[in-house]
């Protein structure tokens, strides 16, 4: 395997000139887990390594840390030294979602991701809501939008196509694709997105048959699943770690654990380019200030009234602006929190002698 069927580019070639000359060597994250990294170097060798202290230091937010998917130079170890993250490439595009729970910070599912896949399902999955959420991450993201709607065996033609149809509507620049994992069905429409040197990252919920299209796409058994619960009708969450897949085909694919919450971590811009036809609506309201609820003269509630928008559409136009809103407050307090932690760690830091050496070397860049 080369460093280009990695996905290797002129560009990162150019950003890693200076780590070259340090003797470090390119790799691509496959694993993360909380105490290490695994890698791919070139050649294919599979190798674990560590974050240096300085990359720690410097990352203010999670998502600065490194992620699967990173390109990293490492330092290479032998027997007695392990392998060590020197440096972080810059990420071309990154995907991420806001953290489950109550931070702002953003949670990186994949960095440098060509293509998202998102499974689903035209029965229990089936939520448009929540499609449009990952339309916006998406997005924001910079990658290619896949939907798959999965498990074609326990539905008729004419649910998958309505429902293919409803998320085309949502977002026409997607690629919406009928499949069965289990049966093998669709997989040339998946393999058509993927490419020599491309990542397709696969998200959806728990048990819609995400593994189940890894192991197909790979051609053996990658990943465990399950069975489905027939109580509840979802598969138990088997997936537990984000993984790097080479396929014998070219390409790679990011198989996920299943996402419980897919929440907004996103900016006003995308929430515009998801809602552009609503947002078209709201310079017809008769006060500029209108909050689209009761106020008279409202040409979204008028459009709800007279059919042409979707009374759903129009609650979570009214709901993803809360939720922005509350998102931005958070963020601006985290912000503040970091700012005075690192005033005081900072001034800690330098009350020893030794530490504060360390500090002058890391501005000048050394190590
Ligand atoms: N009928 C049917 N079942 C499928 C299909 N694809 C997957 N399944 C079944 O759905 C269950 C869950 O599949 P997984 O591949 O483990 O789902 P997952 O999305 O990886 O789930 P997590 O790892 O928990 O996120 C398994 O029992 C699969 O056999 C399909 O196309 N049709
Ligand atoms: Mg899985
Ligand atoms: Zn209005």
């Known amino acids: 395997m080369t460093l280009k069927q990695l996905g290797w580019t002129p560009e990162l070639e150019n950003a890693f000139a200076p780590h070259r000359a340090q003797g470090w060597v390119p790799a691509r994250l496959i694993r993360e ?8 170097l070139k050649g294919g060798e599979e190798i674990d390594c560590i974050l240096c202290g300085r990359l720690w230091n410097a990352a203010v937010v999670d998502s600065d840390l490194p992620a699967v998917g990173d390109w990293v130079a490492i330092e290479e170890g032998d027997d007695d030294n392990p392998h060590v993250i020197r440096a972080q490439l810059p990420r071309r595009t990154v995907f991420s979602r806001k953290m489950p729970g109550n931070s702002s910070q953003a949670q990186v599912i994949g960095a440098n991701i060509d293509v998202v896949t998102v499974v689903t399902d035209a029965g229990p999955d089936y939520n448009l809501r929540r499609m449009e959420r990952y339309f916006a991450l998406i997005r924001l993201s910079g990658a290619k939008a896949v939907v798959l709607l999965n498990k074609s065996d326990l539905f008729t033609k004419p649910e998958l196509k309505n429902a293919a149809a ?23 429409a998946i393999r058509s997105h993927l490419a ?11 048990g819609v048959g995400k593994s189940t299209l890894v192991n197909q796409l790979y051609g053996e058994e990658w990943q465990w699943t399950s069975e489905v619960n027939e109580a509840t009708g979802k598969g138990r969450h088997t997936t537990t770690t984000r993984e790097l897949v080479p396929l014998d085909g070219g390409g790679m694919l990011i198989d996920n654990p299943g996402m419980r919450e897919i929440q907004m971590w996103t900016d006003e811009f995308t929430l515009r380019g998801s809602f552009e036809d609503v947002a078209a609506l709201t310079a017809e309201c008769k006060y500029s200030d209108c909050s689209h609820e009761k106020d008279a003269g409202c040409a979204i509630r008028n459009a709800v ?3 042409t928008l979707d009374p759903a559409r129009y609650g979570s136009f009214l709901n993803l602006e809360t939720e922005i809103e509350a998102l931005r407050k958070r963020a601006k307090k985290r912000q503040m929190a970091t700012e005075r932690w690192h005033k005081r760690n900072h001034r800690v830091k330098a009350r020893n002698l030794d530490d504060r050496i360390q500090l002058e070397k890391d501005e000048r860049g050394e190590f």
Not at 196 to 206: A, K, N, Q
């Open 196 to 206: 020599p040197g491309i990542t397709m990252c696969i998200v959806g919920s728990s």
């Open 166 to 188: 409803e998320i085309s509507a949502l977002c026409p620049e997607a690629s919406v694709h009928i499949t069965s994992a289990l049966k093998g069905e669709g997989l040339k």
């Open 305 to 307: 009234e007279k059919g």
């Open 33 to 40: 887990t909380p105490i290490n990294f695994s890698a791919f």
